[in-house]
């Protein structure tokens, strides 16, 4: 893909560039033994799935408290080892997520919806201390940014508005394609600031906001 750069905002990556040592910190900052059983997906997200055979809350976190329970500390350092070791997992839990969810619910899970929720589950597991400070940085270094409405409006702030859209928003992931898209313009804007998608998530979005 041919360069962006010439839309970057000078202002929101010098901000962007200001937070990362703090944005760091949130890293592996919660020790996994009092996790909470939100699995990094609440209300808001939820109340977008509707007319569901079952509650969306209960199929995702039964699914991601599978996901938890199975996953080794080595297991996990395999997965974070490379970026190819990555894209492996995370594909894997985009497409047993998927799969779960036609199974149980009848129908299936739209591309932002799969993609969004495997992102947050990543994003919740990256702010856990798993007593290796390894996994913390293969977190960061690999793991995608969740496309929703906040991180998509932030990117086009830093893009100096040169997305299309005037309220970019999660329905706006309409393929794979575009998904894949997005996590390029984020990586981009990301690496032109030293840091990546994940550190960009957690800039971008703000509880409430």
């Not at 909470?36 to 997200?45: C, I, K, L």
């Not at 500390?73 to 190819?84: C, P, T, Y």
């Not at 898209?181 to 409430?208: H, I, K, M, N």
Request: net charge neutral; aromatic share 10%.
């Amino acid at each position: 893909m041919q360069s962006i750069a010439r839309y970057f905002s000078d202002a929101l990556q010098h901000e962007f560039k200001a937070a990362l040592p703090q944005l760091r910190r949130q890293l592996g900052a919660t020790p996994f033994s009092n996790h909470d059983d939100t699995f990094g997906v609440g209300g808001e997200t939820f109340r977008a799935l509707r007319n569901h055979h079952e509650r969306p809350s209960v199929v995702y976190r039964a699914r991601a408290a599978e996901v938890c329970q199975d996953l080794s500390h080595r297991q996990l350092g395999e997965h974070l080892q490379s970026s190819d070791a990555f894209a492996s997992w995370h594909r894997s839990l985009v497409d047993d997520l998927s799969s779960r969810w036609t199974s149980r619910q009848g129908k299936s899970l739209s591309v932002a919806h799969r993609y969004k929720l495997v992102d947050l589950l990543v994003k919740w597991l990256s702010a856990h201390d798993f007593a290796d400070p390894d996994l913390a940085h293969g977190f960061e270094r690999h793991a995608h940014c969740a496309l929703d409405r906040q991180t998509l409006k932030k990117l086009n702030e830093c893009l100096s508005f040169a997305l299309p859209i005037r309220s970019p928003s999660m329905g706006d992931i309409h393929s794979e394609q575009t998904y894949l898209f997005c996590q390029e313009l984020v990586e981009e804007f990301a690496a032109s600031c030293d840091g990546t998608p994940l550190l960009f998530d957690y800039f971008a979005w703000r509880r409430g906001g």
